[in-house]
């Protein structure tokens, strides 16, 4: 990279990520190195500052995360969060022990002393405290410059010396002035300039992509057509081009008119693009099927079986990539608790299959970043901005037995409520995930002067911010109304429509 760096060295904490995010917005480069780093290795990366992660350890317990201590004689700025915070100041001859009372949320905290960190921001502010330990006194060239009322030393800094330690996290949404926190640092600190951009990340994962994968090496890709693999494939064909094979199964499930907009997107780029219409084989085996679980399992199974058979007329590429973003990340390694329902993705399938290699070039993104990328990278505004789309399709969308014919309906009328929601525009019609769902419960209706026995569909439409929970949205009644009726007018085999008004919990997002 020809700009600026900064390295953040990982002590263990759960948010280097969303610091390393934080500092690329603020047009900075950076990169995270576990804390073991030696005093060499940096001065070959010549980073203009240092960002030292929070962690769950205390400085004063035994096999602690200690870093070189040769660092602090090479004069780069350092900013210590939360651990990191401690850690310099514990290493530095101050002393850190545990609070009488730990800090754990949003906490008002006042600036006591002038502070680079602090530069135009008011006296005092919300910072989001999470700590059992805290400074008890200052190495002698430190002062401190903010506290809270249980936390003296919420700050400090040394800047003769340009040693700042913040004990909140700056790093995250609910600390006001985070963000401005470590811009200050960067700009009235490290003299950052400002010079790097996504575009630079592509750059560098292009290079990064291309270093790994020899000149005739090939990669496969599980396409699912969703926001991650999309832009994960976009960005890998700008590496290798049709050396990159992406292999998108169309299990018979997907949205109505989805698979041939994923094809006219990716058939005309330069990347070997492997269309598989298994509809009749995954359609096959789940006939008969009413069980949510079952359901899952089976076309989890039939996508590695499918995979493997297209791979193998592929000549099994050496390489095999995945969409995973940082999240993803973050998700499977907390995810500790009871399966509600095992989810399915593409990425993560072929277990059996051996690969000389992983490549993940989205592995250090967050969602927006991701979309921001697949926009830099030509992807349509539709595919880049598309709601989640789970990896079962329609198959858990349907109650009970799955068929052609159900397939059919609930496409017509999911088509129709997406439509009507996407041009509605009162603010109100606004969510973060809507569909419909085909229930297997049939009412009498009317239609003309002639009785009907059909299918009801459920409409859900929610807002989130990250899934995990969900408030349904209040969509305006006209709205509702307007989707109701061309969808009972328009698709033969609904006559009647519901709307879910259930948040999660206690449901979920979808039905199964
Ligand atoms: P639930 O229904 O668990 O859904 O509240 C939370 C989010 O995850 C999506 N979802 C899936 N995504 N494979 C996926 O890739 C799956 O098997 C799967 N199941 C649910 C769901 O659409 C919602 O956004």
Request: glycine letters at 8%; one cysteine or more.
């Amino acid at each position: 990279m020809n700009c600026q760096t900064v390295l953040i060295l990982d002590f263990g904490g759960q948010y280097k990520e969303l610091i390393a995010r934080r500092v690329r917005e603020c047009g900075v480069y950076s990169i995270i190195k576990p804390y073991t780093i030696t005093k060499e290795e940096i001065e070959k990366i010549a980073p203009i500052g240092m960002i030292f992660t929070g962690g769950p350890n205390s400085v004063y317990a035994e096999d602690s995360p200690v870093c070189d201590p040769a660092i602090f004689e090479l004069g780069i700025p350092l900013l210590g969060i939360c651990y990191g915070m401690q850690l310099i100041c514990h290493m530095q001859g101050g002393k850190v022990d545990s609070c009488e009372k730990s800090e754990y949320g949003a906490m008002k905290m006042n600036i006591v002393a002038e502070s680079s960190l602090f530069k135009g921001m008011s006296e005092s502010f919300n910072v989001l405290m999470s700590h059992t330990d805290r400074v008890y006194s200052l190495p002698s060239d430190f002062k401190a410059t903010a506290s809270t009322d249980t936390c003296p030393v919420a700050s400090y800094s040394c800047d003769e010396r340009k040693i700042y330690g913040v004990q909140f996290h700056p790093e995250v949404e609910i600390t006001e002035n985070g963000t401005d926190v470590i811009r200050n640092f960067l700009y009235e600190v490290c003299g950052a300039l400002g010079d790097y951009s996504m575009a630079d990340y592509l750059k560098t994962q292009i290079a990064a992509v291309r270093e790994r994968v020899d000149e005739d090496g090939r990669i496969l890709l599980g396409l699912s057509g969703g926001v991650d693999s999309s832009v994960c494939a976009a960005l890998l064909s700008e590496a290798v081009g049709d050396r990159l094979v992406c292999i998108y199964i169309d299990h018979g499930l997907m949205r109505k008119n989805e698979t041939d907009e994923i094809r006219a997107v990716f058939e005309k780029r330069s990347l070997n693009f492997v269309y598989v219409d298994a509809e009749e084989r995954f359609l096959t085996r789940l006939k008969g099927v009413t069980d949510p679980e079952q359901k899952r399992k089976i076309i989890g199974d039939e996508f590695v079986r499918t995979f493997e058979d297209e791979a193998k007329k592929q000549g099994n590429p050496e390489f095999l990539a995945q969409g995973t973003i940082y999240p993803d990340i973050v998700e499977s390694g907390a995810n500790k608790s009871a399966v509600i329902k095992s989810h399915h993705n593409v990425g993560g399938l072929p277990e059996k299959m051996s690969f000389k290699g992983v490549i993940e070039p989205l592995s250090g993104l967050f969602k927006d970043e991701v979309r921001k990328l697949g926009i830099m990278l030509g992807l349509p505004e539709t595919l880049v901005q598309r709601q989640p789309f789970p990896g079962p399709g329609l198959a858990i969308r349907i109650i009970g037995e799955i068929t052609k014919e159900k397939c059919d309906i609930l496409r017509d009328a999911d088509a129709i409520f997406r439509y009507e929601l996407m041009n509605s525009n009162d603010e109100a019609a606004r969510a973060d995930q809507y569909f419909a769902v085909l229930t297997d419960t049939k009412s009498v209706g009317v239609m003309g002067d002639f009785r009907t026995y059909d299918y009801t569909l459920a409409l859900r439409a929610v807002r989130t911010s990250d899934f995990m929970t969900c408030e349904f949205a209040r969509l305006p009644y006209e709205v509702l109304a307007r989707a109701s009726s061309r969808i009972t007018n328009e698709v033969s085999g609904i006559n009647r429509v519901v709307y879910d008004v259930t948040s999660k919990p206690p449901a979920t997002i979808e039905w199964e």
